[in-house]
């Protein structure tokens, strides 16, 4: 690892000009993933601004609305009370991210801005546009199981690592960002973005710009609502594939439906296609089959992961099943 | 051996506790990278970028001048290795070949190979510096995919070719055949300690070593070689060893690496592997494809089976394991073929893991014996109890002790075998799929040469020592048991010193034959102990003067004399009366060369599967293990090494799977995020059995091995519950979710 | 100024930043100086560069107060160490293990304000003020911790590599309620890798200290 400076201000202000003043230089709240990319050489700060002091943490809910600070660890976002009752979804998804030690660092603002898990990015001997511009996409035709199946370019097909990002798309959280030029609110479909051209940016954050909170508001998903997560081993490993269901039943017929999946593409993969094929329909099996053909329209699989193209639409049955009797 | 020298277990106290199980909970345990050293400085190893080539420019200018760096090794400026140019094995583990020479020459033959040490003052920087060495490469087309190059395999060099008895053709033609293809892939040990060392030269031919290593007497026959030096001018310490499971058995190039960083700066060098470079600096198990065949007449008699392995090995260095041994014994077979190949790839040279090639060819030949019972529309079980070998068909002589039918029995009963529904696919639990499935494992026992030293204090200490190395199983805790069971003093007394190259020559620890060795010196000092004790009452103790040493008695930690059983003395009155501080002997156990018995441990493993209809997820929701491993000296560290056995098992059938992208020669998962290993919530409840049933030729223990069988034929018996829950026969492994959708 | 006479750098707003900025242009000076001295005879760059260190080495450490097992420590240490480089290569805690440095098999978890954590994402210096609590912290002299002592009666271990983790993470598993059920435990525990899979072994001692309900 590079030497590099390290501030802690207090106010958010002071952090944004630190990163404003140097090129290089980027926040640091739970480390969990900056420090890994750090030790491995992949990401080179000069400078960190350690955000830790900043008033960002807490859980709070008003106005129908609740608001997670970005500060806000993982573990603190997922026991909730009113996240568990009200907003289960987001608990589960959380609770099937990495590990309860690494749920104890990670904030919700690092979360979103964790990094892919392609290997090709991981190492630096190795092509990869996403770490380094023009140099090709390893996975493009290398090895590519846990790659994207949604969305992706010939410059890129790595997807976005996060389960909790899943279940804050799938809610339609929106993400209050604070900047040099003051604050704005991105709705969470647009924080990530697809790779197109420019893989390096995995979102559509400015220079300077600073997570401070998400919003959910409430919603009638609480009842049944479920997160799937499909993977290699049982705990501590990435989604294959993912899927947070979420249903607003009433009378056995589905009111609103909230899908979204995780592992398919460069940002967390919100399908309102499969949602509106739902509404209206009886909680059945019959639903839940037509949902997930709708939902893999556009799939495209390269050589190691087609079995996705199946994959993908028996994750999201299971989870809307699942979630249909939770 | 007479039966009188059977370890008597029926005075044993429940199961002892670990003796090194305080160290171990409190931190205080100190591994080979923990020892204190003054001025300990930091070795980073640098590795190729290309699989095979030569060096043409290595820049370590940028790196030499980085803070902190006292000096940066390459092929162009590292000191010699003396051994090398002598055109020996400096490193030699069992294989043939040229073991890879560390900073030898410009050439390249893996990616990932070591090409320069950077030593800097603190480890940060040290990392550093590393990542400022700039090579330019010759590279030359490399090849690395085993399943592209089948037309190169060769068989070893130096090895009877194939085996045959009867008619190897014989299985085509009968009634019932399975002709099937089987593959493992290649997997990495991954022990939880990193490989690491520290190196310090006290004197120009003198170095002491903290390392991790499996046998602390190979490692330093290893460094005596490379670096021409005389046995008391190599010291090695391996007091506790983090895991190991194969990948410590030998000396590898990392570690001649840190002798010459300490060389070359004049001060001692601290080196531990990064976890990626585990995967290509300490070896890791074959990717294997196997041919098997097998023919039955229809009422279950195997007539025949042919069982062809291919291998990878390195281009420098042949490996080679018995992948296809157990074929030739494992059941009462009249006709039987097996081959064994190998095929040089641009790779780091494989080596010995957990149930070395058993537990790869057990894969194929456990699951040929049930898509033969299938095909049969028998059970498995009884398929294998009609063809069940009383004695070894392979050498045609008495087994010293096998009681796997008892095995067999106790698992079933304990697993409920025979209350399941028999049909594929026909069983469900909560909408899951779910399968029964079973195998058998094996592995030769042995006892090799081994030497213990005693030492009885006045105040009642006794001290056992000998230079072995415990990588998990919990050595000092049993050779304690066998000594204060033979010695007849209570454990608590008992210190057993390891880990330490000039203590009395021990054995490796490796091949499931710690127990069955050191035991047996262990067993042997003991009794050397009490003759020297009886000696020594015989002399000075009194109403002893005139008795002879058949006449005494040992019990309890007192002689006493069978002609007057009133007259008793304690061990430690003995050394009083002889006005001794201590007493101290040594003594030497040899290896057994029986050529009247085969040797051999088995297991059996039943396994209960659940699997995800819609995501192929496989739980493996059950494991009932049995061992016919003689007798059990210990039944809590003997069932910690069964059910680590099974989880390295459930690694090996649903996960483990070490994947390189044949365009670079480069490792893809070389991390513990993406080579997945099992977890907590992978392993279930465990039952770990024990025939119990002591081998009356191996060693006065009546102890065969255990931590090969434990996972040799788990795999197996997983895909064979695949099979049985899902109705898919999966014969390549590891059975990921993707083989089931 | 002499090391010892440095200000504690409260790591405030933009307070540190002025020495640092110092450092870069002090580094960027010796570099030319380095260069100067280029042709000259290598024992004078020899001597440069032992100087260039030292201050440079200076300059890199920042002061960090950290109470470990209940002793306070004033360290200085480099921005990029990590609290588990500091504890096992500055002050010879090795108790906590390093097994990849990647957060990826969870050897090196401590308690870092009750909390359990992963020392080898964590760097030191973000951990300023707070308590830490490693393997060696865990027993109160000679008397283990429950924990511990449930790990030696169900033989939760084989070679003890990865036990210091296990058992922080198994105190800290109970304490957050999360020791109800095997199953739970098994989720709860997932976040350490056992390669000699001592899993089963470990779930029995933590599930017979959660059912012993004392106040671990």
């Known amino acids: 690892m590079i030497t590099f400076d390290y501030i802690k201000p207090s106010a958010n202000k002071a952090a944004i000009d630190a990163i404003m003043k140097n090129q290089n230089a980027m926040f640091i709240a739970g480390g969990t993933n900056l420090v890994d990319l750090m030790k491995r050489g992949i990401t080179t700060p000069e400078k960190l601004v350690d955000i830790n002091n900043l008033p960002l943490k807490g859980v709070n809910k008003s106005n129908n609305i609740l608001s997670i600070g970005a500060l806000t660890l993982n573990s603190e976002v997922a026991e909730h009370e009113t996240v568990v009752k009200q907003f289960p979804l987001l608990s589960m ?234 | 051996m007479e039966n009188e020298f059977f370890f008597n277990y029926d005075t044993m106290p429940d199961p002892m506790d670990r003796v090194d199980g305080k160290m171990k909970v409190t931190g205080a345990a100190k591994y080979a990278s923990e020892h204190p050293v003054e001025d300990v400085h930091y070795g980073v190893l640098v590795g190729s970028t290309i699989a095979r080539g030569v060096i043409k420019n290595i820049d370590t200018k940028a790196a030499e001048r980085a803070p902190g760096v006292i000096g940066v090794l390459t092929y162009l400026n590292s000191p010699k290795v003396p051994g090398y140019d002598a055109g020996g094995n400096p490193v030699k583990g069992r294989t043939t070949g040229q073991p890879l020479r560390v900073f030898y020459d410009e050439v390249i033959y893996f990616n990932g190979q070591p090409i320069a040490l950077v030593v800097a003052d603190t480890f940060e920087r040290a990392v550093h510096a590393a990542s400022l060495v700039r090579t330019q490469y010759d590279a030359e087309k490399h090849s690395t995919d085993i399943n592209a190059n089948l037309d190169k395999a060769v068989y070893p060099r130096g090895r009877s070719n194939d085996y ?192 070395p090639g058993e537990a790869t060819g057990s894969f194929a030949l456990e699951s040929a014996i049930d898509e033969l019972a299938y095909a049969l529309n028998m059970d498995p079980l009884e398929l294998r109890l009609k063809n069940y070998a009383e004695t070894d068909p392979e050498k ?27 049909q594929p696919r026909s069983m469900q639990e909560n909408g899951w799929l779910a399968g029964y499935g079973m195998s058998t494992g094996t592995f030769s026992a042995s006892r090799g040469n081994a030497s213990a030293s005693a030492r009885l204090s006045a105040d009642g200490k006794l001290v056992i020592q000998s230079a072995v190395a415990d990588s998990g199983p919990g050595t000092a805790t049993v050779m304690t048991q066998i000594a204060s069971e033979t010695v007849g003093w209570p454990a608590n007394k008992i210190t057993f010193e390891l880990g330490d190259s000039s203590l009395p020559p021990g054995p490796t620890q490796g091949g499931s034959t710690t127990t069955s060795t050191e035991g047996s010196a262990v067993h042997a000092v003991s009794v050397a102990l009490q003759k020297k004790l009886g000696e020594l009452a015989i002399k000075a103790s009194p109403g ?198 | 100024m002499q090391p010892d006479q440095q200000p504690p750098c409260p790591h405030e707003e933009n307070a540190c930043d002025h020495k640092h900025d110092d450092r870069r242009t ?33 300059f890199e450490t920042v002061p960090v107060n950290l109470e470990i097992n209940g002793k306070q420590h004033s360290l200085k240490v480099e921005p990029r160490t990590t609290l588990l480089d500091l504890l096992r290569e500055q002050l010879d805690l090795t108790g906590t293990k390093k097994g990849c440095d990647w957060g990826q098999c969870g050897a090196c978890t401590v308690h870092v304000n009750g909390k359990r954590v992963l020392s080898c994402l964590s760097l030191a210096v973000m951990q300023d003020g707070k308590k830490i609590t490693t393997i060696e912290g865990l027993a109160s002299g000679e008397q283990l911790h429950p924990m511990q002592e449930a790990f030696i009666k169900y033989d939760g271990f084989q070679c003890g590599y990865c036990t210091p983790g296990q058992i922080m993470s198994a105190v800290a598993c109970v304490r957050e309620g999360h020791a109800h059920s095997e199953d739970q435990i098994r989720e709860y525990m997932s976040g350490n890798i056992c390669r000699c899979g001592a899993y089963r072994n470990i779930v029995d001692a933590i599930s017979e200290v959660n059912k012993g309900g004392q106040n671990i």
């Open chain 2, 396 to 422: 045609n002589r008495p087994f010293s002790s096998k009681f796997l039918k008892d095995a067999y029995q106790l698992g079933a009963d304990k697993i409920g075998w025979y209350k399941r529904n028999r």
């Open chain 1, 93 to 326: 998804a959380l609770k099937a991210g990495a590990s309860p030690q690494i749920r104890n660092m990670a904030t919700v603002g690092g979360n979103m801005m964790q990094r892919t898990r392609c290997p090709y990015f991981y190492d630096t001997s190795m092509p990869c546009n996403k770490r380094a511009p023009g140099t090709g996409c390893g996975a493009l035709h290398g090895y590519n199981r846990m790659h994207a199946i949604f969305g992706m370019s010939e410059q890129c097909i790595a997807v976005h690592p996060s389960d909790m990002c899943v279940a804050l798309v799938a809610l339609d959280a929106v993400v209050t960002v604070s900047g040099p030029k003051g604050e704005r609110k991105i709705p969470f479909a647009s924080f990530h973005r697809l790779p197109g051209d420019h893989p390096e940016k995995d979102n559509t954050l400015e220079k300077g710009e600073l997570i401070t909170s998400v919003e959910i508001k409430e919603n009638n998903f609480s009842k049944h609502a479920y997160y799937l997560k499909v993977r290699d081993r049982a705990s501590y490993a990435f989604a294959l594939v993912s899927v947070a269901a979420a249903l607003d039943i009433q009378n056995n017929i589905i009111h609103d439906a909230r899908l979204a999946m995780g592992g398919v593409a460069h940002k967390p993969w919100r399908l309102k296609a499969a949602e509106n094929i739902l509404k209206g329909k009886p909680a059945t099996e019959a639903s839940f089959r037509l949902a997930a053909q709708m939902a893999m329209q556009g799939a495209k699989a390269f050589e190691y992961n087609a079995f996705k193209l199946k994959l993908a639409p028996n994750s999201i049955i299971e989870a809307l099943t699942l979630a249909s009797k939770a």
């Open chain 2, 164 to 355: 045959t008895r009867g008619n190897a053709d014989a299985y085509k033609t009968a009634p019932v055949k399975i002709e099937a293809e089987y593959i493992v892939p290649v997997e990495v040990h991954l022990p939880m300690e990193l490989h690491s060392i520290i190196a310090k030269w006290d004197a120009e031919d003198k170095v002491t070593v903290y390392d991790k290593t499996q046998g602390v007497k190979s490692t330093q026959r290893s460094i005596m070689q490379a670096f021409k030096l005389p046995e008391q001018n190599v010291q090695v310490y391996a007091p506790f060893v983090g895991g190991g499971f194969g990948s410590a058995l030998r000396t590898w190039p990392h570690e001649i690496a840190a002798l010459l960083g300490a060389k070359k700066t004049g001060k001692p060098v601290k080196l531990v592997l990064g976890r990626d470079q585990m995967f290509t600096m300490v070896g890791y198990r074959p990717y294997t494809i196997q041919k098997f065949g097998i023919g039955a007449t229809a009422d279950g008699k195997i007539i025949g089976m042919s069982h062809e392995a291919i291998s990878q090995t390195s281009t420098y260095e042949e490996f080679t394991e018995g992948t296809v041994n157990m074929t030739r014994f494992l059941y009462d077979v009249p006709n039987v073929f097996t081959r064994y190949k190998i095929i040089p790839l641009d790779v780091s040279t494989p080596t010995w893991m957990r149930g």
């Open chain 2, 544 to 741: 002893f003067s005139n008795a002879k040493t058949e006449d005494l008695v040992f019990d309890n930690g007192k002689v006493i004399l069978s002609t007057n059983k009133t007259t008793t003395v304690s061990f430690t009155d003995i050394l009083k009366h002889n006005s001794l501080n201590q007493v101290e002997v040594t003594s030497d156990s040899k290896s057994l060369n029986d050529q009247k018995y085969s040797m051999y441990s088995f297991s059996v493993h039943f396994v209960k599967v659940l699997v995800n209809p819609l995501t192929g997820v496989v739980k493996v929701n059950r494991a009932v293990s049995v061992a016919d491993a003689g007798r059990i000296v210990n039944e809590k560290t003997a069932a910690s090494q069964i059910i680590g056995g099974v989880t390295g098992g459930i690694g090996m059938a649903l996960m483990e799977e070490g994947i390189l992208d044949n365009r670079y020669g480069r490792w893809i998962n070389n991390n513990f995020a993406d080579y997945h290993v099992p977890v907590s919530a992978d392993v279930p409840d465990i039952d770990s059995l024990f025939v119990n049933k002591p081998d009356p030729i191996i060693n006065p223990m009546g102890a065969k091995g255990m931590g090969e069988i434990a996972l040799i034929g788990f795999a197996a018996a997983v895909t064979n519950a695949v099979y049985h829950a899902t109705g898919k026969r999966i014969r390549s492994l590891p059975v990921t979710l993707d083989k089931l959708i």
């Open chain 3, 26 to 58: 002090f580094l960027k000076k010796s570099s030319f100086l380095a260069a100067v001295a280029l042709t000259p005879a290598p024992l004078i760059k020899a001597a440069e560069k032992k100087a260039d260190e030292k201050i440079a080495a200076y």
